[in-house]
C-alpha cells in the first residue's frame, strides 16, 4: 500500500508549507528560489484547507486543494480513475474525490454534494470523477470553480516540489537550507511519509511466520494422529512382507493427495478470507489494496509442500517404530 501511494501516485518528493499572507511578488520570489536550488527539478503552488462535504445525512471533514486553472497535476499527483485505472479527464466545472470517501458518501460519478469551505459558505459540486487513494481522502478543485462557488480567490499555500533522488543527509541539508526563508513554515518529504508507513512490514512478517507455524504444527499432528489410529494395519503389511519402502508409499500418496487438494480449496478460502479481513481492516482514511500477486499462490503452494514432504520424513521413523506384535495382539 505504502508503495502503491508514495511511488505510484504521489510522484512529488517534498511539500513546503507557505504563509497564506505572502503577496504574489513575495510567491513569485519564493518560487524562484526554490527552483534555483540545485536538487529541486520543478514545484507547483496550490490551497489546501479543511473543508467539510455532505451527502444526505452523511458528512465528513476533508481535506480540499485548489489548484489554478492551467496547472497540470498530473507530474506530481496521478489521479487514475478507481474501476478503470485510466487517467481521469476532468471537467473545470466539477471536482474529483478520492475513492474511500465515494465509498463513505455512497456516491457515484455525476452526483452532487454539498460542500463547506472554511468560511462556512455551502455550496452544491458535482463529482467528476473518483480517483484511486490509498491513504488519506481529498477533494480535487480548480480555482475557477472555486471563485465561481465561493466568489473568493485562494492564496496559495502549500509547494508540491519534484526533486532528484536524494539521500537522507541530502534531504535533511535541503530542508534546513529551505527553512532558512521566513515565508516557509514547514517541510515535509515523501519519504518520512513511507518510512512511518513501513513499520507495518513488521506485523505483516509476524503473521507470515505465524501461520506457516500453525500449518506445520496441524500437520505434524494430523500425520501423528492418522499413523497411530492405523498401526495395526500397517502392521498387517509389513507382516504381509511390504518393504517400509512400500509401507511409506502407502501412507504417503494418501497424504500428498490430501494435502494437495486442502492448498487448493485453502487458497480459494483463502483469497476470499484475506479480502473480508482486509475490508474490515480498512478505517476512514485509507484502503487496502485487495491484491495477491501470483508468486504468492506459487510460495504459499510450495512451502506447503515443503512441510507435507518433512511430515513424509517424520511418519518414515514413526511407521518404523511400529511393533508388529503389540499393534496385531491390540483389540479394535
Known sequence: MGSLQYEGIYQYQMMLGVKDSISDGQREKLQQEIWEKEAVQDAIFVNMQNVTIAKDDTQREIQLMVLADETDLEPYIRLRDYKKKKPISWEKDQIILTEKMAEILDVKIGDKIQIQNEADIEKEVTIGGITQQYIANFVYMRQGLYHTLFDETTNANIALVKTEKLEKSQETVLGKELLENKEITSIRFVSDMQVDFGSLNFVIVALILLSGALALLVLYNLTNINISERERELATLKVLGFYPKEVDQYVNREMLFLTI????????????????????????????????????????FGLMLAFAGIMNFVSHYAMKKINMIDSLKSIE
Do not use: D, H, Q, W
Open 261 to 300: 487438494l486442502g492448498i487448493l480449496l485453502g487458497l480459494i478460502g483463502g483469497t476470499l478470507l484475506s479480502t473480508f479481513v482486509l475490508t474490515v481492516a480498512e478505517r476512514e482514511p485509507m484502503i487496502f489494496p485487495k491484491v495477491i500477486r501470483p508468486i504468492s499462490y506459487a510460495y504459499t
